[in-house]
């Protein structure tokens, strides 16, 4: 709804120009971290995950960064493109113990990509 | 979309009725779940399912309900509806190669009145 916009960080930027989207996550034992991509009126989609044995994965046009010691997590986005406009979340969750699979989602950042 | 359905896309209804949501997927995969999406909130674990009739509860389980009965449908009962379960509820499968891979269905509007 339309108080989303309200409450969510956002960022907007050129087409062409890379994307800086941070997180703040809040379990420090938490081991596994994964960004999704809402756009409006679908389910999240899956973009990229990585691991506490980790500080840094790329994948196709997306890199993620991870730094345990302030719990920071952010996601680039190189040569950003219209198709990228959405709501992106990161998400926690331990891969041991009762928490097992059970993923924590922050609030999300809107990006907006102006052509 | 994983092959992953949701009925009824939107409903409405008053407060104190049952409501039942069905999520439907048609490959065979182990993990559901169910999340719901409000404003401000981003999207929250209410139960999941590790197996036909295994489930457990997630971080805002109360009001709610969920039954596996077969390994492809996952349903979400609100026993007695209240305006705050008002919201947008979605349901994923994990392909349990990675958890935290999670393919999402294209969600139910309920709005409680």
């Known amino acids: 709804g339309e108080s989303v916009g309200l409450h969510l960080p956002t960022l907007s930027v050129q087409e062409g120009d890379n994307s800086i989207i941070n997180c703040a996550y809040s379990n420090s034992a938490s081991d596994y971290f994964i960004w999704y991509k809402q756009e409006s009126g679908k389910g999240p989609q899956f973009i990229i995950d990585i691991r506490s044995n980790m500080d840094k994965r790329q994948g196709q046009r997306v890199t993620v960064l991870l730094n345990k010691t302030v719990k920071h997590l952010s996601l680039q986005i190189a040569a950003t493109q219209p198709g990228d406009s959405a709501v992106y979340f990161c998400a926690e969750t331990l891969t041991v113990g009762t928490s097992y699979g059970k993923l924590t989602f922050g609030q999300g950042t809107i990006l907006t990509v102006h052509p | 979309d994983a092959g992953i359905t949701q009925s009824p896309r939107h409903k409405v209804t008053e407060t104190g009725t049952p409501v039942t949501l069905r999520c439907h997927q048609t490959e065979n995969h182990r993990y559901m779940y169910w999340y719901r999406q409000d404003p401000g909130h981003g999207l929250r674990l209410i139960h999941y399912?590790?197996?036909?009739?295994?489930?457990d509860k997630g971080e805002v389980s109360d009001g709610y309900s969920v039954s596996r009965s077969k390994t492809e449908d996952f349903l979400l009962t609100l026993e007695s509806a209240t305006s705050s379960q008002t919201s947008v509820y979605f349901c994923?499968?994990?392909?349990?190669?990675?958890?935290?891979?999670?393919?999402f269905g294209p969600g139910t509007r309920l709005t409680v009145t």
């Open positions: 994923a499968i994990s392909l349990g190669t990675a958890i935290g891979e999670q393919y």
């Open positions: 399912s590790y197996g036909v009739k295994d489930t």
